[in-house]
């Protein structure tokens, strides 16, 4: 079924599944179109040839000066569009030549289909672990005056309604050429009327779902700072207006990438819509020597005729078997508690004893030492960069600890951020220029440290000797990689000046390398990434490390929505959620126990407080609650995950379901935000059930048996009302034997 063909006779492609066709034809002067991207068809005959409109004030492509009017490059819907030649919308390229041009001519000059996917040389590419599982399509463009090679790859993969695209640049000639734009993917659309989503946001509140109508113009969304950034996720989708939580069609682009990138959507003046992802075009310059090649990152594009749940559930299943190692597909994830929000950096060898003990006699699986156990470090003004053991906080050092930890049945984790110096480390004192630092300017400080210049073989080999050591000789579990502030003054003391241009993505792939080295090294290590929360959330980092801290809010109502948000995007065993104190320290909002574990539960579980001040009543509750974690997480962590209620708009509600593969066990969560007195009496309805399976439906307050179909048409109600603001209730559904 899956299938790349090339008709010689038109010059069209057409790369299909059982779920979608993506068409596209090299057209009379060598250029390449775009026909269609969508539901698959059967076959194609040329019927969505681009029609010969003449356009007024459209620039007539060069061998058409003698007459031809009808043919204009700037309105044609093309596979990758490149500056210069007419094309007047947003460009996937840009690149100055020697002599000071900017114009590119790619034309087509050939392709090749190979089996499985042809990974990138410096950055993190999809996966497949037996070739027949995809196939990949490298199309070959030639800009022959300056002999330059653009190799655009799409690969289709067996059962996915996914295709992931990616651009490169090779020179072969003998001038150096400067990119100064190079997006991994642009898709033009025929004139629709589509909707914009976004995942938009900033620390604390990331993936805020966001919806608008495309109008006529540029809407521009991207990240300067160096990282993906809490501010905005690289993730769009197009759809239709109508298109809702379940029926209609959409489209979701997603950069495999982590650092600065730039996405942009533009209706043209006749409709059409451009869709482009790549990397950060502003302050961006790569130079491009004779016999070297750029490449661009990975972008996975995704189709749903299902509206966002379609999509949501498409990249979920994507991510966990072509992104995120596949060993951790299923692997079940222990339930932790992080020290961070119970004693931040003031603890004590024995206080972190007494949280184990406690941890353990609850249940929970792993504890992980947050920030502050390295250097001299009490706050967060010095010793990033110095990763060596406080032993006037740890007298008996990190093995003490982990061997604690073991000697309770509990795996031990431990936070790190190697991207960062403080100024106040004996690594910055020994390597000032260490630091990405613009030269004569002040250092600015941001969380009062530096980032480290990961672009430099030197600073990578450091740290990774530094990590080593610690990884060697502790016993150590898990990994929480951290970072905490973006790029400003993006430039290396090492880099010459026509290549600073080149820093913010070197670090990138600088901080790629040490990932991979690192976590290569350590496989039985399970690594869990971090950036001020869920500041670098994406398919970049997800391909080196399973999970990510979805955000530093742990507030129950905070996270209905940065959860929901990050749903539709990101798969649930990728999202740490946490149980933490009330009043919550980011929105200082009073919630229960019991509604702050069931917003947790719809993650990676795990707390985040001082366990040694629970009361006995909150440490009956928490162990049940571990315990029903526990039982339930495979469905959760591994099953298919339906959103109900979006909590976004004028909603006062959410609603979430987690179904196993054959339908005979889901787990319901419901939420209601605020009380309100005569509230409506509110029904709500499931999803993906079996019609005549019978069901046993159980919460703490009800249990009742329904089929399928009832539960799925009919509904039931939310009974008893809640009484009082911020309340969950969670039911366990369960095929009953015949
Ligand atoms: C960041 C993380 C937190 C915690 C602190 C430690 O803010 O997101 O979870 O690890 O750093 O400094």
């Known amino acids: 079924m899956l299938n790349i063909s090339f008709n010689e006779a038109t010059r069209t492609f057409h790369l299909s599944n059982i779920h979608i066709s993506y068409i596209m034809q090299v057209e009379q002067h060598n250029i390449l179109t775009h026909t269609y991207f969508g539901r698959k068809v059967s076959g194609y005959h040329q019927i969505a040839q681009y029609p010969e409109i003449s356009r007024e004030f459209e620039v007539n492509f060069a061998e058409n000066r003698e007459g031809d009017r009808a043919y204009s490059i700037g309105t044609q819907l093309l596979e990758f569009p490149v500056y210069g030649t007419g094309d007047f919308r947003q460009t996937a390229c840009l690149i100055r ?3 000071g041009t900017t114009v590119s001519d790619f034309r087509y000059v050939g392709h090749e289909i190979i089996e499985g996917t042809q990974e990138l040389s410096q950055l993190p590419s999809v996966y497949v672990e037996d070739v027949t599982e995809a196939k990949t399509l490298i199309i070959e463009l030639r800009d022959e005056l300056v002999q330059l090679t653009l190799k655009l790859r799409y690969t289709i993969f067996e059962n996915h309604p996914v295709i992931v695209r990616s651009a490169s640049i090779e020179n072969s000639g003998t001038q150096t050429s400067f990119i100064e734009k190079i997006a991994s993917m642009s898709l033009d659309f025929p004139e629709r009327q589509f909707d914009l989503i976004q995942l938009n946001g900033a620390w604390g509140r990331e993936r805020m779902l966001e919806r608008e109508r495309v109008r006529t113009g540029i809407k521009l969304l991207d990240s300067k700072r160096g990282t993906s950034s809490h501010h905005q996720t690289p993730f769009i989708a197009l759809c239709d207006s109508d ?8 489209f979701g682009a997603q950069l495999i990438y982590s650092g600065s990138h730039e996405m942009s959507v533009e209706r043209d003046p006749f409709g059409q819509v451009r869709m482009l992802l790549g990397i950060q075009s502003t302050g961006f310059r790569w130079q491009l020597q004779p016999g070297e090649q750029f490449e661009a990152p990975e972008v996975m594009i995704a189709f749903s005729d299902k509206g966002l749940n379609g999509l949501s559930q498409a990249n979920h299943t994507f991510i966990k078997q072509h992104i995120i190692p596949r060993r951790y597909a299923n692997l079940e994830r222990p339930v932790l508690i992080n020290n961070w929000e119970g004693t ?6 024995q206080k972190l004893h007494a949280i184990i003990d406690e941890a353990s006699q609850l249940g929970l699986e792993l504890f992980v030492l947050d920030d502050g156990w390295f250097g001299t470090r009490n706050d967060d003004n010095s010793s990033l960069g110095d990763w060596h053991i406080n032993y006037d906080k740890l007298p008996k050092g990190l093995n003490g600890l982990a061997n604690y930890t073991h000697s309770k049945q509990m795996k031990f984790g431990l936070w790190v951020e190697p991207e960062m110096i403080s100024q106040n480390s004996h690594l910055f004192r020994q390597h000032s220029d260490w630091a990405i630092q613009a030269p004569h300017r002040p ?11 990961m672009s430099r073989q030197e600073v990578r080999d450091n740290i990774f000797g530094q990590l080593c050591a610690i990884l060697d000789t502790v016993e150590i579990d898990y990994i929480k990689w951290d970072m ?26 600088g901080v790629y390398d040490l990932m991979k080295r690192i976590t290569t090294r ?8 971090c950036s001020g929360g869920g500041g670098r959330f994406d398919l970049g980092i997800l391909r080196y490390m399973p999970q990510t801290w979805t955000s530093d809010n742990t507030d129950a109502i905070a996270r209905l929505f940065i959860q929901y948000g990050s749903s539709l995007a990101f798969p649930i065993n990728s999202m740490a959620a946490h149980v933490s104190a009330t009043p919550n320290h980011q929105t200082h909002r009073h919630t229960s126990l019991a509604m702050r574990a069931a917003v947790a539960f719809a993650g990676v579980f795990g707390y985040e407080m001082d366990l040694t001040e629970l009361s006995q009543a909150d440490k009956e509750i928490i162990s049940r609650q571990v315990e029903y974690y526990k039982q339930h997480r495979q469905l959760i ?28 066990e889901h787990l319901v969560m419901y939420y209601q935000v605020l009380s309100h007195a005569s509230y409506p009496a509110k029904k709500f309805r499931l999803r993906n059930l079996c ?13 009742f048996i329904a089929r399928g179909d009832e539960l799925m048409h009919i509904g039931f109600y939310i009974y008893p009302q809640f009484k009082g603001d911020f309340q969950a209730r969670v039911y366990h559904v369960e095929a009953m034997k015949e």
């Open 443 to 453: 250092l600015s400080l941001g969380r009062g440290q530096c980032v480290i210049d």
């Open 691 to 703: 019609a005549n399976t019978v069901y046993r439906v159980t919460s703490e307050e009800q249990s």
């Open 522 to 529: 350590y496989p039985n290590i399970l690594f869990e990434s």
């Open 243 to 250: 298109t809702t939580e379940f029926f209609g069609e959409i």
């Open 484 to 509: 905490n502030r973006h790029l400003s003054e993006a430039h290396s003391l090492a880099l010459s000046a026509e290549q600073q241009g080149e820093l913010p993505h070197r670090f990138v792939l």
């Open 344 to 349: 931040y950096f003031d603890f004590t060898e």
């Open 637 to 664: 962590q591994s099953g298919i995950f339906t959103r109900l209620i979006s909590p976004f708009g004028d909603s006062n509600e959410c609603a979430w379901q987690f179904s196993n593969r054959d339908k005979t």
């Open 97 to 99: 030549h020697e002599d």
